[in-house]
C-alpha cells in the first residue's frame, strides 16, 4: 500500500509540473513547493488574512509562515501591508502574478482530474471519489486542534 500511495502522489506532482513547462512556466508553479501552494491557496480563500490566521488555518508556526510569505513575496506572488488597526500585524494578500498562479494551479488540478476520471470506469470514480472524501473526512476529524 505504501509504495502504490507514493507512486499515486508522485504521479499528481508529475502532472502538476508538467503543466507549467508545457505552459513555458509562465506562472512559476514549477518552482513553488506543496507548502507555498498552500499558502497561496489560503490566502487565496478569505482575502488578506495575517500571518497568525495562516499559521492557525495551516496548523504551522508563525516562523514557518512568515519565512514562506517572504520567499513568495520575493518570487512577485504576495505582498505584506502593515495592518492601520494593529502595527503589529501584517496583512497578507496576493499580486496579479499571484492569483494567476492559482489559476493555472486549478487548472492543472482540473486536468489531473479529467485524467483520472478518464482512467476509471464509471462506477470506478465514484468508489475513488467516495475513498478520498472518506479519508479526508477522517484525517480531518482526527488532526482537528
Same mark, same amino acid.
Given at each position: ?38 499558502? $497561496?491557496?489560503?490566502? *487565496?480563500?478569505?482575502? &488578506? ?6 499559521? #492557525?488555518? =495551516?496548523?504551522?508556526?508563525? @516562523? ?37 498562479? $492559482?489559476?493555472?494551479? *486549478?487548472?492543472?488540478? &482540473? ?6 476520471? #478518464?482512467? =476509471?470506469?464509471?462506477?470506478? @470514480? ?20
Amino acid at each position: 500500500m505504501q509504495e502504490l500511495l507514493i507512486d499515486f502522489i508522485n504521479t499528481f506532482d508529475l502532472s502538476l509540473k508538467q503543466i507549467p513547462a508545457a505552459l513555458g512556466d509562465k506562472h512559476g508553479l514549477a518552482k513553488l513547493t506543496i507548502s507555498q501552494l498552500q499558502y $497561496v491557496d489560503t490566502i *487565496y480563500s478569505p482575502g &488578506k488574512p495575517t500571518i497568525t490566521e495562516i499559521a #492557525a488555518r =495551516l496548523q504551522i508556526t508563525k @516562523a514557518s509562515v512568515t519565512a514562506g510569505i517572504q520567499k513568495l513575496a520575493r518570487l512577485g506572488y504576495v505582498v505584506k501591508t502593515q495592518s492601520s488597526q494593529d502595527k503589529r500585524a501584517f496583512h497578507v494578500s496576493l499580486t496579479g502574478a499571484g492569483e494567476e498562479l $492559482v489559476k493555472a494551479k *486549478y487548472q492543472a488540478l &482540473k486536468e489531473y482530474g479529467d485524467f483520472l476520471s #478518464a482512467a =476509471l470506469s464509471e462506477d470506478e @470514480a465514484r468508489q475513488f471519489e467516495a475513498t478520498l472524501a472518506k479519508i479526508v473526512k477522517i484525517f480531518h476529524q482526527t488532526h482537528q486542534r
